[in-house]
């Protein structure tokens, strides 16, 4: 017993960093690899679990232990592994929602408060500054909904021009068209007229002047 607890005492804690040491570096590979490719068979054993261990050495040789089929043990892992990461996911997305409605609260409640006060109410525990602040912003508010006013009447009035522009141009229009029909009108009644006359000479050609024909007794 007295041996024992002095070789332990000897030995000491093992330091979790890399053997630089090759050869040793690879013995304690190849006994530390076996040692847990049993306890993984153990654990497959005496607890009926699915045990899948894979173990690549560092020049890339592998060495793996399953205790049914170890690629269907890969697919299951990789099935668990997609749900848990949706899972993941669809928490930090309602996380990053519950925050942007609590800012979205907090910035509606602020903008309310501004607009009361802006209306004149809730001024009562303002200080001076909030007060010159607030008759800014009203000041600017006001230049704005001014210049916005004479940009409508000025909108308003160039449509007028043009409505009164085209109107006027319909009117010439109009008129040009009646003085033509009105033209058109009095050149078709003297050419009537000239007719009528030409007629009138004609007829008064054709009559006999002197005395009546005298027919003989029979």
């Not at 093992?14 to 570096?25: D, G, L």
């Not at 679990?49 to 690549?56: H, K, P």
């Not at 006060?117 to 230049?143: V, Y």
């Amino acid at each position: 017993m007295q041996v024992k607890l002095i070789k332990k005492m000897v030995r000491g804690k093992v330091q979790m960093k890399r053997i630089e040491n090759a050869t040793s570096r690879q013995v304690t590979f190849s006994k530390r690899r076996n040692g847990l490719l049993k306890k993984a068979y153990e654990l497959s054993v005496l607890c009926d679990a699915e045990v899948a261990l894979i173990i690549f050495s560092q020049k890339g040789r592998l060495f793996e232990f399953s205790s049914s089929n170890m690629q269907k043990t890969i697919g299951r892992y990789l099935e668990h592994a997609k749900d848990r990461g949706t899972s993941i996911e669809v928490e930090q997305h309602m996380q990053h929602l519950k925050h942007e409605a609590a800012f979205m609260a907090k910035k509606i409640e602020l903008l309310e408060n501004a607009q009361r006060k802006l209306l004149g109410h809730n001024i009562g525990t303002c200080s001076m500054e909030e007060l010159q602040q607030i008759d800014n912003q009203l000041e600017r508010s006001l230049k704005n909904i001014r210049a916005r006013k004479l940009q409508l009447f000025k909108e308003e009035i160039e449509k007028l021009q043009a409505k009164e522009k085209f109107l006027l141009e319909e009117n010439a229009r109009l008129s040009d068209k009646c003085g033509m029909r009105g033209r058109h009108a009095a050149e078709k009644q003297k050419e009537i007229g000239r007719n009528n006359q030409s007629t009138r000479s004609e007829v008064v050609t054709e009559l006999f002047i002197g005395p009546p024909t005298i027919r003989n007794a029979s």
